[in-house]
């Protein structure tokens, strides 16, 4: 399995982004996948899952109703759609994959096997 990543770079606060993933998968599963957020001295922490099937999607507290994920399985595609941002959602976000077995969605950085390579977000005050 395979994560390419678009999207990201510079936005000011109150601005909006995109991030997209493309799967490289050789089965016709549709594991759960998510988005990951890692700022600098910190964590990697969850932002945003959805299940395999597209019918439940979670959101971290810090950016629920900003932020939407979505999945396209026809296109093996993962969007994040970033709105309302602030300074403090900057830092590298990652797409994530679980096992192709795994339609589940997780908020578990654990939970997750495969991994894009990041995509930098910046937002200026």
């Known amino acids: 399995v395979q994560l390419v990543q678009s999207g990201g770079g510079l936005a000011q606060a109150g601005g909006s982004l995109r991030l997209s993933c493309v799967v490289s998968k050789e089965t016709p599963d549709n594991p759960a996948m998510g988005w990951f957020r890692q700022a600098p001295g910190s964590q990697r922490e969850f932002v945003a899952v959805?299940?395999?099937?597209?019918?439940?999607?979670y959101y971290s507290v810090t950016v629920e109703g900003r932020f939407t994920i979505s999945r396209d399985n026809a296109k093996n595609t993962v969007d994040l759609h970033m709105s309302s941002l602030k300074p403090e959602d900057t830092g590298v976000y990652y797409c994530?994959?679980?096992?192709?077995?795994?339609?589940?969605?997780?908020?578990?950085?654990?939970?997750?096997?495969?991994w894009g390579p990041g995509t930098q977000v910046t937002v200026s005050p």
């Open positions: 959805i299940s395999g099937p597209g019918d439940d999607a």
């Open positions: 994530a994959s679980r096992a192709e077995s795994l339609p589940r969605a997780s908020q578990n950085v654990g939970a997750y096997i495969w």
